[in-house]
């Protein structure tokens, strides 16, 4: 399959362009889930074959990484959030 921009052309007549996107699935408090994974989640991003997706991940806690040295300045600010909104932990 080939991926087509919004600007390109098509040199074949009758063919049928596949647009793809690029998404950013960023770490946050409405898109981690901690501890499991249900089938009655509902999906935070929808993509399509063809589709390229950078998926940020945040790892540990804020307390792990202070222990390691990191200041509150060098720890992602979504980190703290999932630790203080996400309840549900499975």
């Known amino acids: 399959m080939r ?7 098509l040199f074949a007549a009758g063919s049928i362009p596949v647009y ?7 770490a946050t408090p409405q ?3 901690i501890g499991n994974y249900s089938a009655a989640t509902k999906p935070v991003l929808t993509v399509h074959s063809g589709d390229t997706v950078e998926i940020e991940t945040v790892s540990g806690s804020t307390a792990q990484l202070h222990r ?3 200041t509150d300045e060098e720890i ?14 499975g």
């Open 3 to 9: 991926c087509f921009r919004l600007t390109a052309f």
């Open 20 to 26: 793809c996107a690029d998404f950013t699935l960023k």
């Open 31 to 33: 898109t981690v889930v």
């Open 68 to 70: 390691l040295g990191l």
């Open 76 to 89: 992602p600010a979504a980190l703290a959030a999932i630790e203080r909104d996400v309840k549900e932990r």
